[in-house]
């Protein structure tokens, strides 16, 4: 029904950046919340950065003044600018997206993960 395609991942030294990208395609009426929550082994998955369709934002405060969220409604993408990137940030990524589908039917979608690893 709807696919998440993530993109930007890699490793990175402490202090570099880093940008991650998401497109979303298929049965799409229009997108509700787009964010991107983060998980490393044997820690639940959390919230990194969350943005509405009206452009509101919200992120963990773990990462504020660091990363910034930022979507295109007419392209469905997310994307996901990391800078001063610390070790504690390294996990895999993943982008998430509140989708109304053209029936007017509701569902949350995720991408497959895409990983950030930042070295010492």
């Known amino acids: 029904q709807v696919q998440l395609v993530e993109s930007g991942g890699g490793l990175v030294q402490a202090g570099g950046s880093l940008r991650l990208s998401c497109a979303a395609s298929?049965?799409?009426?229009?997108?509700?919340?787009m964010g991107w929550h983060r998980q490393v082994p044997g820690k639940q998955r959390e919230l990194v950065a969350a943005v509405t369709s009206g452009g509101s934002t919200n992120y963990a405060d773990s990462v504020k003044g660091r990363f910034t969220i930022s979507r295109d409604n007419a392209k469905n993408t997310v994307s996901l600018q990391m800078n001063s990137l610390k070790p504690e940030d390294t996990a895999v990524y993943y982008c998430?997206?509140?989708?109304?589908?053209?029936?007017?039917?509701?569902?949350?979608?995720w991408g497959q993960g895409t990983q950030v690893t930042v070295s010492f």
């Open positions: 998430k997206a509140d989708v109304i589908h053209v029936s007017r039917s509701r569902g949350a979608y």
């Open positions: 298929g049965n799409i009426f229009s997108i509700d919340d």
